[in-house]
């Protein structure tokens, strides 16, 4: 003990940060490493997105419900109507930038049944976005390979494809596993890898094939390989229920971005960061992949006839490739597509395992004890084993051959990018209606859009409800039961699974949940939280 005229030995008070201030007064303690930059934030998304990634892997689905305006046209519609719902949720996450982000901000404006509902789907979607984007990375793994080499072809089978996806998954778990630091650096690389390779591809695809499509043909020609209408291209069901059928090439694409939200307690000057790295990552895919989609449409070749080849176009982007590029250039532009869908996928992993994080965080999935636990590097190391194992099995369904008109079609593939759309972005959704509802009772952040959310949030909503929908219809006639045709194989099961998901929500919530889920817990004492409010 010290003598009374012996001075007290003060130890100094570590002085927190903007960011660990305004997540104090949120209710956190800043337990995730905060060594990301805003450029890194934006990454993420940007990464995610992927147009390397979505444009090429769902080609398919846009050009056969539609043809080349399914793309031309669908594609810079879309993209606008995504760059509203992308201001919504910047004002967001600037006011609340937690790693919870959507269904974070669900109960802080709705309660915990809002708050409930919301984290279930978003985590239903994220599952869902780094099984479909990690699948269709090794599908181009496969297709890469099988392009340059004949033999490897010729043993196709979609058992090899799946291996390929789980080996994808458990690279991209480990990788994320080793450190938080190393993913930023891998997304950081990703953008250039992005932007980089997509500008090469644009201009492999301009300067090499022998012959390019003309604007015509890009700008106004139809095709119909849906099975519906008997291929008609004029009447209204092309226009109202084929065509945006297609949606899914675009709002599959433009998809993921909540991450900058989820990665924002890691993020340095998290208010301001996070909220331009989503309406950017947004704005500069949206741009990029109107670009290079033009490219791939513009060098469909002519079959012998000399008429474009939509049927060989109808196939996806890698028949094209090998057609219009010759199969060294094809390997070389599916190599380019196949590395930015594993940074697509490893960044997926992220994204999803901090939002499993923070969820578990708070009581919400069974085994949250074990879930939110951190390593020593301070990574949701289990959280991203969860996630990978959740993602192999929503994908089992792959393994079963589906043949439409005599042509493989990865129906599976389409139900799981689907399952993730309807599912991350009716999270999206919940939030933006209640912020809207909140009106001018909404805490503002240092990035707000004013009094523009007063038209911008319902029409994010409305897009989101319309697309959702379109989204749950049998895609083919084979799919639906009222037809003599119909088998199960066929069947688009994201209906499936997010009705059936949203129903067993509702009687778990009901029967359970609601008497213990409260919403966001405090990690931090309540005297804490009010002296920052004061």
Same mark, same amino acid.
């Given at each position: 003990?010290?003598?009374?005229?012996?001075?007290?030995?003060?130890?100094?008070?570590?002085?927190?940060?903007?960011?660990?201030?305004?997540?104090?007064?949120?209710?956190?303690?800043?337990?995730?490493?905060?060594?990301?930059?805003?450029?890194?934030?934006? &990454?993420?998304?940007?990464?995610?997105?992927?147009?390397?990634?979505?444009?090429?892997? !769902?080609?398919?689905?846009?050009?056969?419900?539609?043809?080349?305006?399914?793309?031309?046209?669908?594609?810079?519609?879309?993209?606008?109507?995504?760059?509203?719902?992308?201001?919504?949720?910047?004002?967001?996450?600037?006011?609340?930038?937690?790693?919870?982000?959507?269904?974070?901000?669900?109960?802080?404006?709705?309660?915990?049944?809002?708050?409930?509902?919301?984290?279930?789907?978003?985590?239903?979607?994220?599952?869902?976005?780094?099984?479909?984007?990690?699948?269709?990375?090794?599908?181009?793994?496969?297709?890469?390979?099988?392009?340059?080499?004949?033999?490897?072809?010729?043993?196709?089978?979609?058992?090899?494809?799946?291996?390929?996806?789980?080996?994808?998954?458990?690279?991209?778990?480990?990788?994320?596993?080793?450190?938080?630091?190393?993913?930023?650096?891998?997304?950081?690389?990703?953008?250039?890898?992005?932007?980089?390779?997509?500008?090469?591809?644009?201009?492999?695809?301009?300067?090499?094939?022998?012959?390019?499509?003309?604007?015509?043909?890009?700008?106004?020609?139809?095709?119909? !390989?849906?099975?519906?209408?008997?291929?008609?291209?004029?009447?209204?069901?092309?226009?109202?229920?084929?065509?945006?059928?297609?949606?899914?090439?675009?709002?599959?694409?433009?998809?993921?971005?909540?991450?900058?939200?989820?990665?924002?307690?890691?993020?340095?000057?998290?208010?301001?960061?996070?909220?331009?790295?989503?309406?950017?990552?947004?704005?500069?895919?949206?741009?990029?992949?109107?670009?290079?989609?033009?490219?791939?449409?513009?060098?469909?070749?002519?079959?012998?006839?000399?008429?474009?080849?939509?049927?060989?176009?109808?196939?996806?982007?890698?028949?094209?490739?090998?057609?219009?590029?010759?199969?060294?250039?094809?390997?070389?532009?599916?190599?380019?597509?196949?590395? &930015?869908?594993?940074?697509?996928?490893?960044?997926?992993?992220?994204? &999803?395992?901090?939002?499993?994080?923070?969820?578990?965080?708070?009581?919400?999935?069974?085994?949250?004890?074990?879930?939110?636990?951190?390593?020593?590097?301070?990574?949701?190391?289990?959280?991203?084993?969860?996630?990978?194992?959740?993602?192999?099995?929503?994908?089992?369904?792959?393994?079963?051959?589906?043949?439409?008109?005599?042509?493989?079609?990865?129906?599976?593939?389409?139900?799981?990018?689907?399952?993730?759309?309807?599912?991350?972005?009716?999270?999206?959704?919940?939030?933006?209606?209640?912020?809207?509802?909140?009106?001018?009772?909404?805490?503002?952040?240092?990035?707000?859009?004013?009094?523009?959310?007063?038209?911008?949030?319902?029409?994010?909503?409305?897009?989101?409800?319309?697309?959702?929908?379109?989204?749950?219809?049998?895609?083919?006639?084979?799919? !639906?039961?009222?037809?003599?045709?119909?088998?199960?194989?066929?069947? !688009?099961?994201?209906?499936?699974?997010?009705?059936?998901?949203?129903?067993?929500?509702?009687?778990?919530?009901?029967?359970?949940?609601?008497?213990?889920?409260?919403?966001?817990?405090?990690?931090?004492?309540?005297?804490?939280?009010?002296?920052?409010?004061?």
């Amino acid at each position: 003990m010290p003598e009374a005229h012996e001075p007290v030995p003060t130890h100094p008070v570590p002085e927190l940060s903007d960011d660990e201030k305004h997540l104090a007064r949120l209710g956190y303690k800043q337990d995730l490493n905060r060594s990301w930059s805003g450029f890194s934030n934006f &990454a993420i998304s940007f990464s995610i997105i992927s147009i390397l990634a979505g444009c090429f892997t !769902n080609f398919g689905a846009g050009f056969n419900n539609g043809g080349p305006i399914s793309i031309s046209w669908s594609w810079p519609i879309l993209g606008a109507f995504i760059l509203i719902i992308g201001f919504t949720m910047s004002e967001l996450v600037s006011a609340y930038p937690t790693s919870g982000g959507i269904y974070w901000w669900a109960s802080k404006l709705g309660g915990p049944a809002a708050g409930f509902f919301t984290g279930w789907l978003n985590l239903i979607g994220l599952v869902a976005v780094t099984a479909g984007v990690s699948y269709g990375c090794a599908t181009f793994i496969d297709l890469t390979v099988s392009t340059y080499s004949e033999s490897f072809a010729a043993d196709y089978s979609l058992t090899r494809v799946f291996l390929i996806f789980v080996v994808v998954l458990a690279l991209a778990s480990v990788l994320n596993i080793f450190s938080s630091h190393l993913m930023a650096i891998m997304n950081n690389v990703s953008v250039w890898w992005h932007v980089v390779g997509a500008s090469l591809i644009v201009l492999v695809l301009i300067f090499v094939p022998d012959q390019h499509q003309s604007f015509s043909y890009v700008f106004t020609e139809r095709f119909n !390989n849906s099975g519906y209408a008997d291929g008609s291209t004029t009447n209204l069901a092309f226009w109202f229920a084929i065509v945006p059928f297609g949606f899914l090439l675009t709002q599959y694409t433009i998809t993921g971005f909540d991450a900058c939200a989820h990665l924002s307690e890691e993020t340095a000057e998290a208010s301001k960061a996070a909220a331009k790295g989503i309406w950017r990552s947004i704005f500069y895919s949206v741009l990029g992949g109107y670009i290079l989609l033009l490219c791939v449409v513009f060098a469909i070749p002519n079959n012998e006839a000399g008429q474009p080849d939509n049927a060989l176009a109808g196939g996806g982007v890698q028949p094209i490739f090998l057609a219009a590029l010759g199969q060294n250039w094809a390997t070389f532009v599916l190599f380019i597509s196949a590395s &930015a869908q594993f940074f697509c996928a490893t960044s997926c992993m992220t994204s &999803a395992s901090r939002m499993t994080f923070a969820f578990s965080r708070d009581g919400a999935i069974p085994g949250s004890p074990t879930l939110q636990r951190l390593t020593r590097t301070r990574v949701p190391a289990n959280a991203v084993v969860f996630v990978g194992v959740a993602a192999a099995v929503l994908t089992l369904p792959a393994l079963i051959e589906v043949d439409v008109n005599g042509t493989p079609v990865p129906l599976a593939f389409y139900a799981v990018t689907s399952i993730a759309v309807i599912g991350l972005y009716l999270a999206f959704a919940i939030p933006i209606f209640l912020r809207w509802r909140h009106g001018d009772r909404f805490e503002l952040g240092s990035w707000n859009n004013g009094s523009k959310y007063k038209w911008m949030n319902p029409i994010a909503v409305a897009e989101i409800v319309i697309v959702c929908v379109f989204l749950m219809m049998p895609t083919t006639p084979a799919a !639906n039961p009222f037809r003599d045709e119909f088998e199960w194989k066929f069947v !688009n099961y994201a209906p499936i699974v997010t009705v059936g998901a949203l129903v067993v929500l509702t009687i778990w919530w009901f029967a359970s949940a609601r008497h213990w889920f409260k919403g966001p817990k405090h990690t931090i004492d309540q005297a804490v939280v009010e002296a920052f409010d004061d």
